[in-house]
T-cell receptor, first 105, second 115 residues
């Protein structure tokens, strides 16, 4: 079955520390993967698409087909990065359960 | 460029009733997907409409149905409401072709409470 797994419900890091939000997928075909972010009292918004290989707000994510992962990374966390992050895969448009990132001052 | 708008924002219904939720997609988008998000959970895919046809469905019973109109706006209908249907219902639109998804633009959701 197609599945997107985010193993951490909560991740707390200090400001300036590196961040890695984990996402693993289970899909037999070629996946299209995304990261979405939801800041407090705002709607879900697209952060990254794996196909574009871009860096948004300092975040990057690399598709690793061998490990079936699409982890979201940022070298230096900022307080404004505190939010809920969702990994999403394209087939049946599955979302993971989300990871809440808290960046501590 | 207008974003995705959903109506109503909040709704209270009684078990057994029927409800219709509405969504206007972002200008230029031809695909609409609906999600159910329970408290503390990720969005669960209900179905997607592409050019007025259903283009994929999640694990939801037939009492969840939808429509997409020529202007790409959409409706989600839920019959015979159950208490477990209480959730935030999200509409998301995208500019997509079959098999290609450029990522969604989400609405702010309709909070449905079934009592």
């Amino acid at each position: 079955a197609q599945r997107v797994t985010q193993p951490e419900k909560l991740l707390s890091v200090f400001k300036g520390a590196p961040v890695e939000l984990k996402c693993n997928y289970s899909y037999s075909g070629s996946p299209e993967l995304f990261w979405y972010v939801q800041y407090s009292r705002q709607r879900l918004q697209l952060l990254l698409r794996h196909i574009s290989r871009e860096s948004i707000k300092g975040f990057t994510a690399d598709l690793n087909k061998g490990e079936t992962s699409f982890h979201l990374k940022k070298p230096f966390a900022q307080e404004e990065d505190s939010a809920m992050y969702y990994c999403s895969g394209t087939y049946k448009y599955i979302f993971g359960t989300g990871t809440r990132l808290k960046v501590l001052a | 460029e207008t974003g995705v708008t959903q109506s109503p924002t909040h709704l209270i219904k009684t078990r057994g009733q029927q409800v219709t939720l509405r969504c206007s997609s972002q200008s230029g988008h031809n695909t609409v997907s609906w999600y159910q998000q329970a408290l503390g959970q990720g969005p669960q895919f209900i179905f997607q409409y592409y050019r007025e046809e259903e283009n994929g469905r999640g694990n939801f019973p037939p009492r969840f149905s939808g429509l997409q109109f020529p202007n790409y706006s959409s409706e989600l209908n839920v019959n015979a409401l159950e208490l477990d249907d209480s959730a935030l219902y999200l509409c998301a639109s995208s500019k997509a072709n079959r098999g290609n998804n450029y990522g969604y633009t989400f609405g702010s959701g309709t909070r449905l409470t079934v009592v």
